[in-house]
């Protein structure tokens, strides 16, 4: 039992990191255990499971939902998030290979074509595959391992900027001139891209999450 829960909560922790499931969808215990083909057992335990890492809420009436996070609590995470993103830049342009190279030019240009089609739903995949990209040529395990930590709290409120009009093409373009520090061996111009980058998203964002909650 205990084994099939960790593969729901697997499961679910990927669809919160991806966007797939966005802060305050509700999960439905009957529609899960349908999903998953299991029992209603294994759903609670994996719905428990990922409320006591925070990643979901519960609230009467309502059942189990992705967590809304305050407006301060998110921008803390970005700060946090900034930072961490800024030195895995910092090593990716101290480490470089043309292999690396190669790998976050391929996801670069996979936010270019997504951007030109204004597909929100491709931007946000093609979004976390770049940052990938520099997470992985950075080559720090631990540094990967926290920045993946914040990444099930943050992921869910990356996309929401990408509504706004220009965002995907203003995006891409920040992403175009840190990989091109970070090709260019310019470790601390890339830092401080990549944190502009990321703070530029997160204090947009309770701005957002305003207008949403005021639909």
Known sequence: MARVADQLIETLRND?????????????EAALAERFGVSRTPVREAVRSLVDCGLLETKPRKGAL?????????????????ELEGMACRLAAERLTTQKADAMQERLTDCEEAAKANDQNAYAKANLAFH???HQAAGNN????????LSGHINPYRALPYGMRGRLQTSTEEHTRILEAILANDRLRADELMRDHMMLQGQRLPLILEAIEAK
């Open 142 to 149: 631990r540094l990967i391992e926290q920045i993946e930590q």
């Open 66 to 82: 992705v967590r809304t996070l305050s407006a301060k609590e998110i921008i803390d995470l970005f700060e946090v998030a900034a």
């Open 16 to 28: 919160i990191r991806s966007g797939a499931l966005r802060p305050g969808d509700q999960l439905e």
């Open 132 to 134: 990938d990209a520099i």
